[in-house]
């Protein structure tokens, strides 16, 4: 069964500090990873999209990575701001599955001042 | 440029009544996929569609169900509403069945009593 595991599950941070969000994931075959960013009651909206073949992407403060041996990626924000506090998703795309995604519960960070 | 619509924002409905929702896709995309997400969890795939068929299916029953229209926008029914389809319903709009990038729409809340 395809699935997303993400960590940890709600974060605390101070802002301007940085911090890093993991995904683990089984989805197989493999065809791509994405890092969502929703804000309470609105829709997700894409920060980032990698395939089998890149291992890094930066968007802004944005950084994700992408390991595609041992099925992990990590979304590095650096100096965080007020605005970062939202959840963030790690969703994983199946290669023989189209575009039908496989989300993960999300890790819930709040950036205070 | 509008992007994706859902309407109606909220809503509110007893059990074992319909519901449709309704998703205009984003200027030139051509899919749509619908997602249920439930308080707390990350969205769960419940299909897609392209060219006026479904393409796709998650793990829903079929109380859920679906059409595409010719200009590409999209209704969700639901029928015979349990307590458990209380959630925020998300639509996302694409071009074509390849990788591509999916912008969600800012999600219609239902609450079922």
């Known amino acids: 069964k395809n699935q997303v595991e993400q960590s940890p599950q709600s974060l605390i941070i101070l802002e301007g500090k940085n911090c890093t969000l993991q995904c683990n994931y089984t989805v197989s075959p493999f065809s791509n990873l994405r890092w969502y960013k929703q804000d309470t009651g609105r829709g997700p909206v894409s920060l980032t999209i990698m395939t089998f073949s890149e291992n890094t992407k930066s968007n802004g403060r944005y950084t994700a990575t992408l390991d595609a041996d041992t099925k992990q990626s990590s979304l590095h924000i650096t100096a965080s701001q007020l605005s970062d506090s939202a959840s963030y998703i790690c969703v994983v795309s199946a290669d023989n599955a189209g575009n039908m995604l496989t989300f993960g519960g999300g890790t819930r960070l709040m950036v205070k001042p | 440029d509008a992007g994706v619509t859902q309407s109606p924002t909220h809503l509110i409905k007893t059990r074992g009544q319909q519901v449709t929702l309704r998703c205009s896709p984003k200027s030139g995309h051509d899919t749509v996929s619908w997602y249920q997400q439930a308080l707390g969890q990350g969205p769960q795939f419940i299909f897609q569609y392209y060219e006026e068929e479904e393409r796709q299916r998650g793990n829903f029953p079929d109380r859920f169900s679906g059409h595409q229209f010719p200009n590409y926008s999209s209704e969700l029914n639901v029928n015979a509403l349990l307590l458990g389809d209380s959630a925020l319903y998300l639509c996302?709009?694409?071009f074509g069945t390849g990788l591509y990038e999916q912008y969600f729409g800012p999600g219609t809340r239902l609450t079922v009593t």
């Open positions: 996302a709009s694409g």
